[in-house]
């Protein structure tokens, strides 16, 4: 399974998928399929996809689950804590 961020950048950029889409040269739909995770993107829509976004493809795309962000937020405090 292929596991993305997609949502999480649009809604950050302020996208709607329909902006989003116009952006990559794809169907709108096409978006929700990727978002929800029932399509997988070729390797250009990918690159497209990360260069919209302004972030690598390894950052928009995992073969693993993403951590969750309070993951994210424990693993950066500790290193915090670690530098005190």
């Known amino acids: 399974m292929?596991?993305?961020r997609i949502n999480l950048f649009r809604q950050e950029k302020g996208l709607s998928r329909k902006e989003l889409a116009e952006l990559v040269a794809v169907n709108p739909q096409t978006i929700g399929y990727l978002e929800r995770g029932d399509y997988r993107p070729t390797v250009e829509l990918a690159?497209?996809?990360a260069q919209?976004?302004?972030v690598s493809v390894e950052t928009l795309f995992a073969l693993e689950p993403f951590p969750?962000?309070?993951e994210q937020l424990d693993r950066k405090a500790a290193k915090d804590t670690d530098h005190d």
Do not use: P, T, V
């Open 68 to 70: 969750s962000l309070a």
């Open 47 to 49: 690159l497209k996809l």
């Open 2 to 4: 292929l596991f993305n």
């Open 52 to 54: 919209a976004f302004g």
